[in-house]
């Protein structure tokens, strides 16, 4: 570590980025991300809500008790019973921390908590001293601290940090707050109150008018050495400050930044599409930093000044961040030693040989249809195998479609339920459409296609393909995902995948904060 101070990363994609409609993760896919996380070096994890639902809180306990190079962390509002869940999911975490809030804003207090200000100081302070009673970690914000009055940001973070917290967030709940307003609150802040010298100020901001990233940044400028953020911006409504281009800023413009981090760039590219595979959310081409344009260039002009020299057009190596990274493609005669290697290398380990497998069979049957396989592939394979081990209610089996130009398509869908096989025919105005409505047939979900997206894994006519299928039902929103080098396979996998994140909404999270921070 240079002169520079540091400046630590605080990770939320496992619970504010899940909150994201339709991005419930199952616990082995978030334990993926946390091991991708670690491997980043990613200081701060945040794992979950623990007292959510008791998915939530076994998810947490099992990040907590895997997760060793990174501290693990369970949000929780100011109330003992979520302070108490927190401290039991992270009972054996080699660093574990609670993070506590309650909201500090004229409205919220007035409308939502229904509390005076004097009430909402005494609570966060006796909220504060029962986490710290149980680990010596404790992050607390100020919910809405964007449209806070500044007082009484003074008043409650002086107090909470005489309680014992160690770290202070300053949240944008609302994506509300214009970069040099949200700095210059962070400076008054840590100017104004006596002992801001005895905690880590931190950021967290929402992108609804796309400046999470500006806000977060400026934040730093002024005294900010915390900064919360997820993988590809993920995040409920417009998302959050991204990971990735939070931490390139700040690697890209030593000259402007006296911070730096640990974070290991070279796995921002490989944990950006894990990340979008598992939760179906596509990242889109002129994303920066992980968007497959980033470092693309078709301006002649362009492409012969990076030809001449690199930095003429380039202010960062794509090495630097993950592209190009992988020199082994799997194929056909791969075996199952230097497919395991692969796939460790990437952050899956199997848990039992049933899982290696079956992952290597869908492997196998991969690779004689496409000659080169690449990490994505290997990605979206592992997750599918999981769902397959799962044995979840509803079972692809088979697909057959007939669609020619001037005919009706048809479609044959053979699927189990509940370990039943059953099958069913249907029409449509195209294939994709005819084997949704046969699925639908056997499965009579009464629900509504909110979204239909198909995305490319890899380049190439022998691509798979990744499709995405939003349904809603009675308020419940989830996302189904399926991946094939036939794009109607994929599609119906899709379908039956969200069917099954549907069947399991009743366990899924009831979120008892539904603007948390």
């Given amino acids: 570590m240079s002169a520079n101070e540091k400046l630590v990363v605080f990770d939320t994609t496992l619970r504010d980025g899940e909150q994201s409609p339709g991005a419930s993760m199952t616990q082995d896919e978030k334990l993926r991300i946390a091991k991708a996380l670690e491997r980043m070096r990613v200081d701060v994890i945040e794992a979950g809500f623990a007292i959510a639902s008791q998915g939530d809180f076994e998810s947490v306990q099992a990040i907590a008790n895997t997760i060793k190079d990174s501290t693990i962390c369970s949000l929780s509002r100011a109330m003992d019973s979520d302070i108490d869940r927190a401290a039991e999911a992270l009972k054996n975490a080699n660093s574990g921390r609670i993070h506590t809030f309650i909201a500090t804003s004229p409205i919220h207090m007035e409308h ?56 202070i967030n300053v949240p944008d709940t609302v994506g509300y707050a214009m970069p040099s307003q949200y700095g210059h609150t962070m400076k008054q802040l840590i100017e104004r109150i006596p002992n801001s010298d005895k905690a880590i100020f931190s950021v967290h901001c929402h992108n609804d008018l796309g400046l999470a990233v500006a806000n977060s940044l400026d934040a730093v400028m002024n005294g900010a050495r915390q900064v919360e953020c997820t993988i590809n911006g993920l995040g409920e409504r417009a998302g959050n400050a991204s990971l990735e281009e939070i931490v390139m800023a700040i690697k890209t413009r030593p000259d402007f930044f006296n911070v730096e981090t640990n974070i290991r760039t070279e796995e921002i590219v490989s944990t950006s599409r894990l990340v979008s595979s598992v939760t179906g959310f596509p990242v889109q081409p002129n994303k920066a930093i992980v968007g497959a344009n980033a470092f693309a260039h078709e301006s002649g002009i362009h492409q ?52 290696l497998n079956e992952a290597f069979i869908r492997f196998k049957a991969l690779a004689d249809k496409k000659h080169e396989i690449f990490d994505e592939d290997l990605q979206a394979l592992v997750s599918d195998t999981q769902k397959f081990v799962a044995s979840e209610r509803y079972g692809f089996v088979s697909l057959s479609v007939s669609s020619k130009t001037g005919d009706v398509p048809d479609s044959h869908i053979e699927i189990t339920v509940d370990g039943e096989a059953k099958e069913a025919n249907a029409e449509g105005a195209g294939p994709v459409d005819a084997t949704f409505k046969a699925i639908e047939v056997i499965a009579q979900s009464n629900t509504n296609l909110a979204l239909f997206s198909v995305n490319a894994i890899t380049s190439g006519t022998d691509s798979q393909g990744e499709v995405v299928v939003r349904l809603e039902s009675g308020g419940r929103i989830v996302n189904g995902r399926g991946a094939d080098v036939d794009i109607v396979v994929a599609s119906a996998k899709a379908y039956v995948d969200a069917l099954n994140h549907l069947e399991n909404a009743t366990n899924e999270k009831g979120h008892p904060q539904k603007s948390a921070v």
């Fill in 112 to 167: 939502k908590l229904r509390m005076s200000p004097e009430q909402v100081v005494e609570q966060a302070v006796h909220a504060v001293k029962r986490a710290r009673n149980l680990v010596a970690d404790v992050e607390f914000s100020c919910e809405d601290a964007g449209r806070s009055e500044l007082d009484f940001m003074c008043r409650i973070i002086e107090a909470v940090i005489d309680a014992g917290a160690t770290t």
């Fill in 304 to 355: 012969d000044g990076v030809i001449k020299h690199r930095e003429t057009y380039e202010i960062m190596k794509a090495e630097d961040v993950g592209w190009n990274a992988n020199k082994m493609v799997m194929g056909k005669h791969s075996g199952r030693t230097a497919f395991r290697a692969r796939l460790e290398e990437l952050g899956t380990v199997f848990e039992t040989s049933q899982e």
